[in-house]
């Protein structure tokens, strides 16, 4: 694996966390890491009857949902708001609330349900005559199925090389990470072919950067410090539907970033597109603020991360 210097011109943008899984971002100026990721992203998420995971790929009016924490006193609230509903949803999380079995995709996660006030706000949200929704905790207090491996998703260059590392409720990585230049390169195509653009939110990334020398750059990269915090970029981010899903609107693209991305982004064919990065921290406790400079330690061999 290749040795790299600095890339002094790459500087963190932007930085988003996402409460509720498949709800909005939240733009914060700084972030925290622990071991399971970025503090206090995707750490809930609304699930159907049977306690399967809901996305955006199924109900798309969850891209109208603000989830924002906030604080009374010492107390956590969160505060979940949407245009389609006259009042927002004030929660206080229950981490001794009802254990449920939960799964995201093949992975079976304990949860903790939030009760039946969040279940019909969220129901009638999605227009469900029941309760057929509820929103779920993970159940960060417990270790033996409140958390995913990770080892399974690492590419076969990295496979016994890393000790076994996990995730909460996100799709497959602790973190992720794209650059503008990326999104430039994708939105010259994108206009080639409709006439329109789309924004960063379209691929709800924790960590913005700027400054890159060419699009996709991030691409080469295998460990990186940025700020004081190091990640190891362990593979390439896949996209779905939900990237042509307005995060304003709920509605849907005739034709999106996903169309494009299998047209000029799927080195495995059309059902594996790729833009963006996964990545998992490699020191809890660390801190990524907008600004931070992007320092590469080591780059990847040309296809080794397949």
Not at 78 to 94: A, F, G, N, R, Y
Not at 142 to 159: G, T, V
Not at 176 to 187: F, K, T
Not at 263 to 282: C, D, E, N, W
């Amino acid at each position: 694996m290749a040795q790299a210097g600095c890339e002094a011109g790459v500087f963190v943008v932007g930085l988003n966390i996402f409460p509720v899984k498949s709800c909005k971002a939240v733009r914060l100026q700084e972030i925290e890491v622990d071991s399971y990721g970025v503090v206090g992203d995707r750490r809930f998420m609304v699930v159907e009857q049977g306690g399967r995971f809901v996305s955006q790929r199924k109900c798309p009016k969850l891209a109208t949902v603000t989830a924002t924490y906030a604080h009374t006193g010492e107390t956590e609230v969160l505060q979940l708001s949407s245009p389609d509903m006259e009042t927002p949803l004030k929660v206080i999380p229950k981490y001794d609330g009802k254990r449920m079995h939960s799964s995201v995709w093949e992975s079976q996660v304990d949860v903790l349900d939030q009760g039946d006030e969040a279940a019909d706000w969220l129901s009638k949200l999605l227009e469900s005559p029941t309760r057929s929704y509820r929103l779920v905790a993970s159940a960060e207090s417990a270790h033996d199925h409140s958390y995913r491996r990770l080892i399974a998703n690492f590419p076969p260059s990295l496979q016994g090389k890393l000790p076994p590392m996990e995730v909460t409720l996100a799709d497959s990585a602790p973190a992720s990470l794209v650059s503008h230049e990326s999104l430039a390169a994708l939105n010259e195509k994108l206009s080639e072919h409709t006439g329109n653009t789309v924004t960063l939110d379209r691929f709800r990334m924790n960590i913005e950067v700027a400054g890159c020398s060419k699009p996709y750059e991030e691409d080469e990269w295998l460990v990186i410090r940025i700020g004081s915090a190091p990640f190891l970029v362990y593979t390439d981010a896949e996209r779905c539907k939900m990237t042509c899903i307005d995060q304003d609107t709920g509605k849907q693209d005739k034709m999106g970033p996903l169309d494009i991305l299998r047209i000029y982004r799927a080195p495995k064919g059309p059902t594996h597109s790729i833009f963006g990065q996964l990545m998992v921290p490699l020191q809890s406790g660390a801190r990524v603020r907008v600004g931070d400079r992007v320092e590469v330690l080591e780059r990847r061999k040309y296809g080794s991360h397949v």
